[in-house]
């Protein structure tokens, strides 16, 4: 079987089995390379979505039970499309909650056509393929530069966050080729697969290239060697709660990912919540006030997240993840601190409360 074919098969195989996970594809996006490690058994029917909006109508519809997005990357910061969801301005996504979380190592290939003919390095004076030092190795271990020259490459394709991510290697190597911005590193490299001319290249997965059959032009290509993503598994809240179950009435579940086994939860705290929220815009210390909520209950905060409310221009509702779980919570400290959040924002919602798998980073 070839590699493409078995990869075929394998897709095949996620087709014809049950519960639904969507997924931002086309397939091998970074999207389902967390999918399939948050859902690795063969009962998982993984579905591709064209865009993160397209995941969360899913899940909220009920066509998928869960849902896997990008939340945030340790070198470009967080994923907007999954905020701007996030954010329900348009209280599309009131069933949807996070149950889990997927830290994936994020390694961007080059990716595209081998020049026909050999061109010498100086048709791109910033294409380093033929340092010497660099041809000395095998071309397994280069990491971060060209395996060939780039000359011929007029356009690249990518998500734009996987841009957000290898800025140096583009700036270096690819400053005369037009970069172009799609919904997924996958369906870069299936544009770039589709141009029969080899004028294209996409920043993708080695398997995104691998599945569309194109030369690796360079591996490695991110800014940084600890170039990591983070995934949030969503799900529909369960159906017993109560008509405002952000408010009260928590779910009987003791876990959001009742149907899935659990696994290594991770060093350091045990659970993680989001919650997000408005102030009042021209109250002096509001926001101050929502955070010492937290602070008054002993809640360690690990990210905070704004996007305009677009209630008025430059006006914005606020996301905080804490340490500690609605679900899970002897000491009442998180639903203490929700109903702190009453008296203090404007309008708040709890988001979900999942296992911490940050392995302490
Ligand atoms: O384009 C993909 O492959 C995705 O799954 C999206 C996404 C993102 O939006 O962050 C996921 C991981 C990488 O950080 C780059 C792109």
Redesign the pocket.
Known sequence: MTATSSHQAAVQADLNTNTTVAF?GPVN???HQATKTAFPDSKWRLEPTGTIKEVFDRVQSGQAPYGVV?FE?STHGT?TFTLDSLADRAGEYAGIVVCDEVYLD?HHFLLGRLPTSPSPATTNNNDSHSDSDSDSKNDKDKKGVPLASLAHIRRVYS?P??FG?TGAFMRRHLAHAETVDVS???RAAELAAADDRGESAAI??EWAGRGFGLDVLARCVEDREDNT?RFFVLRRKGGEEGGDGDRDGGLRETEGRDERDEGDAGRGAKYKSLVSFTVPHRRPGALADVLDCFRGRKLNLTSINSVPSLVGPFQYLFFVEFEGSKLDDPEGRVGGVLEDLEGVAERWRWLGSWRNRSGGR
């Open positions: 931002l996006s970074y999207s990008p990357n994923v994020v998500h966050q996987a991510q997924s590193t996958s993708a997965s993503t």
